[in-house]
């Protein structure tokens, strides 16, 4: 999918099945709302190099058979802005996407706002705004895919507020257009590899493989509320019961155990991930998603083993608050020593993000189902913990904290730290007794 192909070339690479939605009428003078000396000329321009009436094209489509509203902009129509008449087709598309109870797929190539039609082509971004609320209320997802240019409003917007975000190789995104940025400004900051980085996109993807992974996004958001659980899934092997508490650490801690990937691979016949926080930040010590088991879908985030970081535990509350408004359920993995303690951390909100991911847990609608597949580090590793559905394997352990850093606290000498694990009934069988597991899995 070349990043400056029309709308309808864009369409034509991603379905061969689109249907255009009749265009909402609307009387229009010929130099526009405001009277912009020229503005009919130059629409009559774009009409006669692109085709189009506007500088988007709406329909109903399906993607390898999954159906969903489509959205092509045109950049060549007057770079992509949006007007009036944008806001009027964009508008109908969102309504058909909540009558239809279909999601809604984006294909964005535009310049921000028309400065022809002045204050009332910014308006149109409360349009697409309140649209886009409206159908997250209605339990429906949004889909973005971000070819180049995508600035401005239609970045802030129908990009940014999709739920989930890729973007084409190379293409330009940024709130600031080319022109209108500081001019030494880092140019890698408003391309698609830089916005992957910094947490704002979830992949790129190559055009020739986009038809494939809309397909799959949309299998695995388009399923309609579910109310059963995910299953737990298998431990590993079955390396028996930890004798004590200090063996169910080393257990836990040791090189060679199952990790999360290991665990994701067995679990789901296909996923596609959701990458970053939104805010800047990517931790790659979570993994979070979507994926099919036994042809259904759920949610997943799980831990790696390492610190957890506050872009974690965001892009994981982001990834359930997505769940619970599209009624998949959700299976978290718990594997982390506890969570990221350092500087850089508690300056990024670690204890706001921590806090977000409790939120998310308790107030999710949804059957959260967890499984503790090592290290259960204190409230860094509780975040992600459903209160009613936990599991642990018996290579696991969950501690209200590290055994050596209660020691510390106890002012107990390095000497009485394996005493320490064992008082603290760390144990996977000693966390069913205690009820905060319901079972344990690989004894």
């Given amino acids: 999918m070349s990043e400056r192909m029309s709308a309808r070339k864009a369409i034509a690479s991603v379905t061969r099945d689109f249907s255009e939605l009749a265009q909402p009428a609307r009387d229009f003078p010929e130099d526009g709302p405001i009277s912009w000396t020229g503005y009919g000329d130059s629409r009559a321009r774009a009409t006669g190099r692109t085709g189009e009436e506007e500088s988007v094209v709406c329909g109903v489509a399906s993607v390898e058979g999954r159906p969903c509203v489509l959205i092509s902009f045109e950049f060549g129509f007057l770079g992509g802005s949006l007007g009036q008449r944008t806001g009027d087709r964009l508008e109908a598309a969102y309504r058909t996407a909540r009558e239809r109870r279909l999601p809604l797929v984006s294909l964005i190539a535009t310049g921000g706002s028309r400065m022809q039609e002045g204050m009332l ?21 949004q889909i973005a895919v971000l070819r180049d240019p995508t600035t401005g409003g239609g970045w802030a917007t129908l990009g940014a507020g999709a739920d989930v975000i890729l973007a084409l190789p190379g293409a330009q995104i940024g ?7 500081p001019a030494d400004a880092d140019p890698a900051a408003y391309g698609a590899q830089g916005q992957l980085a910094a947490g704002q996109i979830d992949a790129i993807v190559r055009g020739e493989d986009l038809r494939g992974v809309l397909a799959g996004w949309l299998t695995l958001l388009g399923g309609g509320r579910r109310t059963e659980p995910a299953p737990v899934p298998e431990a590993f092997g ?9 063996e169910a650490v080393t257990r836990a801690r040791s090189a060679g155990r199952p990790r999360a990937e290991a665990y994701l691979d067995a679990y789901f016949s296909h996923r596609q991930e959701l990458v970053g926080d939104r805010c800047g930040g990517v931790d790659a010590g979570m993994l979070c998603g979507f994926g099919l088991h036994e042809g259904v879908s759920y949610a997943y985030a799980a831990q790696r083993g390492t610190a957890t970081r506050p872009a974690g535990y965001r892009t994981a509350a982001r990834l359930i608050r997505l769940a619970d408004r599209l009624g998949i359920p959700v299976l978290t993995l718990v594997d982390t020593p506890g969570a990221a303690n350092d500087a850089a951390a508690e300056r990024s909100g670690q204890g706001a993000a921590i806090a977000d991911a409790f939120g998310a847990v308790a107030a999710a609608r949804v059957p959260v189902t967890t499984l503790v597949i090592g290290e259960g580090g204190s409230g860094g590793a509780l975040a992600l913990t459903s209160p009613d559905r936990t599991w642990v394997t018996a290579d696991s352990y969950f501690s209200v904290i590290a055994p050596e850093l ?6 107990r000498p390095p000497a009485e730290v394996e005493r320490t694990a064992c008082q603290l009934r760390l144990r996977p069988q000693d966390l069913v007794d205690l009820g905060v597991a319901r079972g344990v899995l690989g004894a």
């Fill in 175 to 181: 709130f600031a257009g080319s022109r209108v940025r």
């Fill in 238 to 246: 079955s390396a028996g019961l930890p004798a004590d508490g200090w």
């Fill in 406 to 411: 209660a020691a510390a606290i106890l002012k």
């Fill in 121 to 141: 082509a910014l308006t149109q971004l409360q349009r697409v705004a309140r649209q886009s609320t409206l159908l997250r209320e209605a339990g429906l997802a």
